[in-house]
């Protein structure tokens, strides 16, 4: 019976994520989380989340909790408690015993050795490596003393298992070139396409949607639900993502996790605007709101082509959400992040002494030419400098002598400003320029210099103005003598 036979009638959609705690939460990852969330949001459903920890030797506590707190950033929460699946593998060998019992699986003797001999015999013989038990049909009572088996589904071995899949169409699998899957160890441990079966079931997913290269594990998959009569769930098999060059997102393209993203400055809202649109759109929108993601998504939508992972589009669309954050939003993102760089612990002691509502005051002006939150600490760098400066090789070289004399003419100037405010500043130097047959550069660029240190800044007299006054002259006089 084929997935649209027994996955037509209406059910509430649960849909679910189901990540192995084997390393942390790869970007393709979080965007097939992404896509059932939005899936499950739309449609008024339940997401719920899956440890898929029955991998007890890479499983690890600290990767579980990465997980759970990079779909925590991301705004992924889910409905009700995980589930962990090494814990219900008492459940999963209750089914099997189930199917024995029906005579739908059986006990295979075959030992490591005689698997390797067929597989060497088959790709010898140029036959496709189905492993074809003899221990399908013969008696148990013939089996070899000290082996424990391993229990194998008994499939059918004519005809086909049909996918009819939301995204990629109606897939045919030839019967012949699926063996009889193991469903349990001989140590008792069930088997990955077996377990997941048992899981979706009980958690009655309505809806199953992951990348692409699950689409012969669902042929498997649905020769398990058919032997248990259960009612299949619908399958979405998305496409994958690729870095720029096409091949799949690996190391060698970048960062890969989503804590990598993270500790890189990107914002939660940017990366889900982004991961949506990589392999799903909305006509020509580009940069929408999440509540639009929710109310317009739809997994049939998803393309099959696999989507390109292009990292300038990614800056270039957090720089856009930087842009229109609150300046107290901004300031809060910081905050969060600050804990999760290398140097956190410095950068903790910094923001502090600089204060954080001079951080928020200088925010506006930074944000403008900022593409991560990194860009912004790097702007902030004025704010926490000590005196005097020190200049680097571009300031040092602009602060000759004739640069030196209009800054000191410059400092009496400001030195008489009573708004310190930056249109008031700006006013000032403009009127000293002018004054002086200077051009307003010949008087901005060595205060920038004389201020920050650098040649590049935000807006000078912004950054005038997040000084202070006391602040801002000293350091001008600080760079009027040699």
């Not at 600290?62 to 929460?77: K, M, N, P, T």
């Not at 009819?164 to 008792?188: E, H, M, T, Y």
């Not at 992972?309 to 954050?325: C, E, M, P, T, V």
């Not at 130097?429 to 205060?447: C, I, T």
Request: proline share 6%; glycine share 8%; with cysteine.
């Amino acid at each position: 019976m084929t997935n649209a036979a027994r996955g037509s009638s209406v059910r509430p959609v649960v849909t679910r994520f189901a990540p192995s705690p084997t390393g942390t939460l790869h970007i393709g990852g979080a965007r097939t989380a992404l896509f059932n969330w939005l899936y499950t949001r739309h449609t008024g459903g339940r997401f719920l989340l899956r440890i898929e920890d029955t991998d007890r030797e890479r499983s690890k506590p600290e990767h579980v909790a990465e997980i759970l707190d990079s779909l925590r950033w991301l705004g992924l929460e889910w409905d009700g408690e995980p589930l962990y699946q090494f814990a219900r593998a008492g459940r999963h060998r209750e089914v099997a015993g189930e199917l024995l019992a029906k005579g739908l699986a059986y006990r295979c003797y075959l030992t490591p050795a005689e698997l390797d001999a067929m597989r060497e015999a088959a790709k010898a013989d140029g036959r496709p490596q189905v492993i074809e038990s003899p221990w399908r049909d013969r008696n148990p009572e013939d089996a070899p003393a000290g082996v424990k088996p391993s229990i194998r589904l008994k499939t059918r071995r004519d005809g086909d298992t049909q996918v009819a899949d939301l995204v990629q169409g109606d897939v045919v699998f030839p019967n012949k070139d699926l063996d009889d899957l193991i469903i349990l160890r001989s140590d008792g441990a069930p088997t990955y396409n077996f377990a997941v079966v048992v899981d979706d079931h009980d958690m009655d997913v309505s809806h199953v949607i992951r990348g692409v290269d699950h689409l012969t594990n669902t042929a498997r998959q649905t020769q398990v639900y058919d032997a248990l009569g259960w009612e299949l769930p619908a399958f979405a098999h998305i496409p994958l993502v690729h870095g720029p060059d096409g091949a799949k997102l690996s190391k060698r393209h970048g960062a890969q996790g989503v804590s990598e993203y993270r500790a890189m400055g990107y914002l939660p809202a940017a990366l889900r605007n982004y991961l949506v649109r990589l392999g799903w759109s909305h006509g020509n929108d580009e940069i929408f709101s999440t509540e639009q993601a929710i109310a317009w998504f739809d997994v049939a939508d998803v393309g099959k082509s696999p989507a390109r992972f292009d990292f300038a589009k990614l800056a270039d669309l957090n720089g856009h959400y930087i842009r229109q954050s609150a300046v107290p939003d901004l300031a809060a993102a910081l905050r969060a992040l600050i804990p999760h760089l290398p140097a956190g612990a410095e950068l903790e002691q910094r923001f502090s002494a600089i204060g954080w509502d001079r951080v928020e005051a200088a925010l506006p002006s930074l944000r403008e030419r900022a593409r991560t939150l990194l860009d912004l600490i790097d702007g902030m760098a004025y704010l926490s400098a000590t005196r005097p400066l020190q200049l680097d090789p571009k300031a040092s070289a602009l602060l000759d002598a004739p640069a030196r004399s209009t800054l000191a003419s410059l400092h009496a100037a400001l030195a008489d400003v009573t708004e310190w405010t930056a249109p008031a500043l700006e006013a000032t130097v403009r009127a000293f320029a002018e004054a002086n047959g200077l051009k307003l550069g010949q008087a901005a660029q060595p205060l920038r210099a004389a201020l920050s240190g650098r040649t590049v800044s935000p807006p000078v007299f912004d950054v005038m103005a997040v000084l202070g006054r006391e602040e801002a002259l000293a350091r001008i006089i600080d760079q009027t003598t040699e």
